[in-house]
């Protein structure tokens, strides 16, 4: 049987034990369902052969050497990952469409004695609900916008606010970048397809009753662009901007971009990318620095030079409300109370 999904939060509530992606690994890779496992009938590499000969010899040569492979995949996921499935498991199966992948990889698990179901339409019907969330359905909470230049713990700060039960969304981590040109983390970004379907599952997921807090964001993170819809709204929204001076900003950089001072190499490499912008001596300047393992005063100069006057040409070009809160320190013991005075300014701006 196939199951229509009307919604992201269907998968939620429908109680399978397993969602499985019968489709190639490289279709997995560039996004997949919440909490899907990889089970692929067709590895990349016969996926290719079979639609070759599809289209140069016939669909009926293509199905028959198709079917062997499936078969073949099938009992390897029978005697490898699902061998210890007992009768009672219940799995979800999808492809690309909801057809002979998951259909030949369904009826095999249903001969077997499991109630297994496909999901109809299979992956493009999920992708065309994550596209409805994002581009379709209006916000259902007023966003609140946390600004602040260059260091000022925003990031920390917003995780802080989740901690203490706040709606946010951590554009930055769903996205694997800190948003600057240093901003790289360990693994990468993700595609921008499996951005746009942890952003939706997120979105979805809002009490309209209460505000959304989000961290001040460029219309890109990384290479991941941001839905226009989300974008807009962050534009137009009210503002807690935090405010610290440069060595307090400098002191926390140093800290926050600890796997960037780390790696020398990687660290005068992204400096080399801001030649474009800069003068030669400037360069050279900074990577003395980075050299000399000076990274306080190269995060103090990289802010003054760099950051700062782009950020401030940036803010001037949107009106926005906003509430100014000054912070002495950013040490981290003074964080939480920092915290605190950024959750009661977002609570009077999304009252007013």
């Known amino acids: 049987m196939a199951i229509t999904l009307t919604s992201l939060s269907d998968l939620a509530t429908l109680g399978f034990d397993t969602i499985i992606d019968a489709r190639a690994p490289a279709e997995y890779a560039e ?3 919440p909490g899907a496992i990889s089970l692929p009938v067709l590895s990349d590499e016969e996926r290719a052969k079979v639609g070759t000969i599809y289209k140069q010899v016939s669909p009926f040569s293509a199905r028959k050497l198709g079917g062997a492979l499936v078969a073949r995949n099938v009992a390897a996921h029978l005697e490898g990952p699902l061998a ?13 469409r909801g057809g002979q992948r998951s ?3 369904a009826t095999i698990l249903a001969q077997i004695g499991w109630r297994v179901e496909i999901i109809a339409g299979g ?7 994550v596209v409805k969330q994002l581009y379709d359905t209006p916000l259902a909470s007023p966003v609140v916008v946390l600004d602040g230049n260059t260091g000022t713990a925003k ?9 203490q039960g706040m709606q946010v969304i951590d554009l930055e981590g769903l996205a694997g970048h800190r948003g600057s040109l240093f901003g790289h983390t360990s ?4 595609s921008q397809k499996a951005f746009e379907c942890a952003l939706a599952m997120e979105l979805s997921r809002l009490d309209p009753t209460r505000p959304l807090v989000v961290e001040a964001e460029s219309a890109k993170v990384g290479n991941l662009r941001l839905p226009p819809q989300l974008w807009a709204a962050m534009g137009k929204a009210p503002r807690v901007t935090i405010e610290a001076s440069l060595p307090e900003r400098a002191r926390y950089l ?14 005068l490499e992204v400096l080399g990318l801001l030649r474009h912008a800069h003068a030669a001596e400037t360069i050279t300047a900074w990577e003395s620095l980075a050299l000399s393992r000076l990274f306080e005063a190269l995060a103090h100069d990289l802010m003054e030079q760099h950051y700062d006057p782009r950020y401030e040409k940036h803010r001037a070009r949107m009106a926005h409300t906003q509430e100014v809160i000054s912070a002495p320190s950013l040490a981290e013991a003074d964080l939480p109370a920092l915290a605190d005075q950024v959750a009661a300014a977002v609570t009077r701006l999304a009252l007013s």
């Open 31 to 33: 996004d997949h369902l």
């Open 84 to 96: 210890e499935m007992t009768g009672g498991w219940r799995p979800l199966v999808y492809c690309w």
């Open 103 to 105: 259909g030949s990889f």
């Open 123 to 129: 992956y493009k019907s999920w992708r065309a609900l």
């Open 155 to 163: 990031t920390a700060i917003l995780h802080l606010l989740a901690a």
């Open 187 to 190: 693994g990468g970004q993700p």
């Open 254 to 267: 140093s800290r926050a971009y600890a796997d960037i001072v780390a790696d020398q190499a990687r660290l």
